[in-house]
């Protein structure tokens, strides 16, 4: 794609003009559905004054375009102007859009949508002036869709293997002005007289990276390492992996396994174990991704403490500075075969953590029972140690995000807790958790840094509730056997619908939830709404006439309890209605 897009960048007469470009990178942040075709309006708009004044006139009508779902600002970017409105009818040539890395855009649905976007408009609009080039690793869900009906006959599709001579010439190419800039940046580190480095020593690592991209990539960051501070040592250190790796045969893959070992390799072994658990936890867990100071929190390490066990790790991942930290900053790699190779037992031996969902486990729980107090029966945000804060503020503020982060995560794995409570290993954690979630008032868990449980409880059922179960706190119920002189007027009612079905599925939803009325503002408690008597029964009776039933719990113990009618038809909606009530 690179050399496609510099060929394009200086065509012939016969060749299309480049118009747009789009390179997708999940590591560097640029894999949003929604700023694709943005970007290429905005170059394309830069090139193109037509075009131009057709984005300005629209965006002047209606600003939030930008905000839309790619498949609206599509429509509006792309299907309106070239069809509808012929902006570019007069070019006398195409116009070229290369989109690269289609397989790190969003999630497999916003690839596959993408694809179909392209595809049904290529095929219905085939005299508009554009000609789309896609590059993507050959995934199985973006080669199923690429050979649908749907779009079908309106591509061509090309192989390009990883090690072909086009390839290899632009990861040579790049290499080549990489190290002309770090020799141009240390020329006190070598002799001026002489090549640095070496034909020889180039040609090796030009082979070695046998066209693979990331391979080049990561020794070029390896050897600029500005933690290390000398290139030629680390070049060095380069060289040596590749030499002890070309004995098992010309694998790029497996130089890369190397190199990545010998990065890990040069931790001392005092701080190893910690850098262990900050990777695993950041890259290891399969459905979830804590955040980056959640899990130093949960490994108690203090700010000095998680530098200094990623110092040596710039060549690899990406580190946030102590500044920049937020609440949603992650650990990123520059690319996902680090993160492959940290999950793989076989892959990085020594480096691996095994079950590091565990050690998340521990770390939140811990949490937890700081909170927790047994005697008096109380959670307390204000009992939770904190190692490390990011920003000045209050203690407080800290001790909650950390207690809701925590809280949260054993939430989710309630059903793990209850599977392992048979182990003798985890029965002291299970009954702990059980002590904890007795005491919790699931009618006000503001207290645990949570504003609702809406949406715990309508996307993690029915998992959650077999745990619940199984620990004597949920039972189910009909909606019949709720009695309103048990409901707590002094608490709102939590109702939410958290996704829109389609017209087929609209007997999953109930009624009132399509026109929100005072009942579900969240904040009022019930007795300060007139008849809300009334109309609770009105929305129960509207939730036992749909056509798919929902399911319906008693969660909690006494005066903290709460009735869960909960739906979730993960194809189409998920929505919740929690009542606060009275079960003592």
């Not at 933690?227 to 010309?250: D, E, F, R």
Request: hydrophobic share 40%.
């Amino acid at each position: 794609m690179q050399t496609l897009a510099e060929t394009e960048s200086h065509p012939l007469d016969t060749s299309p003009i480049l118009g747009a470009t789009f390179f997708f990178s999940r590591p560097n942040k640029r894999n949003s559905p929604r700023s694709v075709f943005t970007t290429i309006a905005y170059q394309l708009a830069v090139r193109y004054p037509t075009y131009r004044r057709y984005v300005t006139n629209i965006l002047t009508t209606d600003p939030k375009i930008v905000d839309k779902s790619m498949a609206e600002q599509f429509s509006w970017f792309i299907s309106t102007p070239f069809t509808a409105h012929h902006v570019l009818g007069g070019l006398d040539k195409s116009v070229l859009i290369i989109l690269d890395g289609v397989d790190e855009c969003g999630n497999e649905e916003a690839q596959r949508e993408l694809i179909l976007l392209i595809g049904r408009f290529s095929l219905e609009a085939s005299m508009a002036p554009l000609i789309w080039a896609i590059a993507s690793r050959p995934e199985p869900h973006i080669r199923t869709m690429a050979s649908s009906p749907l779009v079908k006959g309106c591509h061509w599709e090309l192989s390009v293997p990883v090690d072909s001579d086009q390839g290899c010439a632009d990861v040579e190419r790049f290499l080549h002005d990489k190290f002309q800039e770090i020799h141009g940046r240390y020329q006190s580190f070598s002799v001026s007289t002489l090549q640095w480095p070496s034909k020889v020593d180039f040609l090796s690592i030009v082979k070695a990276a046998s066209g693979l991209f990331v391979f080049a990539s990561a020794v070029i960051r390896f050897v600029t390492d500005e933690h290390y501070g000398n290139p030629v040592s680390q070049l060095n250190k380069v060289l040596q992996v590749i030499l002890s790796s070309s004995s098992s045969g010309p694998n790029p893959l497996a130089t890369l396994d190397a190199l990545y070992t010998e990065v890990l390799s040069n931790i001392p072994s005092d701080v190893l174990p910690t850098t262990k658990y900050l990777l695993a936890l950041s890259f290891n867990l399969q459905d979830t991704r804590p955040h980056f100071w959640l899990i130093c929190n949960w490994l108690k390490l203090s700010q000095a403490d998680t530098y200094g066990a990623l110092r040596k790790l710039h060549s690899v991942i990406e580190i946030p500075p102590p500044g920049e930290v937020s609440d949603f900053t992650y650990l990123e790699v520059y690319h996902t075969s680090f993160s492959d190779f940290i999950a793989s037992t076989t892959r990085s031996a020594q480096f691996h953590v095994r079950d590091p969902w565990k050690v998340a486990l521990r770390g939140a729980l811990r949490v937890l029972q700081e909170a927790h107090h047994p005697h008096d029966s109380t959670i307390d945000a204000s009992r939770v140690k904190v190692s490390w804060v990011y920003q000045d503020g209050a203690d407080l503020h800290w001790q909650e995000q950390l207690l809701h982060g925590s809280f949260e995560t054993v939430f989710d794995e309630l059903d793990t807790l209850q599977a392992y409570s048979r182990k003798d290993s985890h029965e002291n954690a299970a009954s702990q958790s059980i002590a904890i979630f007795e005491d919790v008032d699931y009618a006000n868990p503001s207290n645990l840094g949570f504003p609702n449980f809406g949406s715990r409880f309508a996307f993690s059922e029915p998992p959650i509730f077999v745990a619940l179960e199984h620990w004597g706190l949920a039972q189910s119920i009909t909606i019949r056997s709720i009695k309103m002189n048990r409901i707590r007027s002094d608490r709102p009612v939590d109702v939410r619908l958290f996704s829109s079905a389609h017209k087929e599925t609209v007997s999953t939803i109930p009624d009132f939830l399509n026109q929100p009325p005072e009942i579900m503002r969240l904040i009022t408690p019930l007795c300060q709404i007139s008849g809300w008597k009334g109309l609770v029964r009105e929305h129960l009776s509207a939730i036992r006439r749909l056509g798919l039933p929902a399911r319906t719990y008693l969660i909690g113990k006494g005066r903290r309890s709460i009735v869960c009618i909960v739906q979730s038809d993960k194809a189409s909606c998920a929505w919740c209605y929690l009542i606060p009530y009275d079960c003592s």
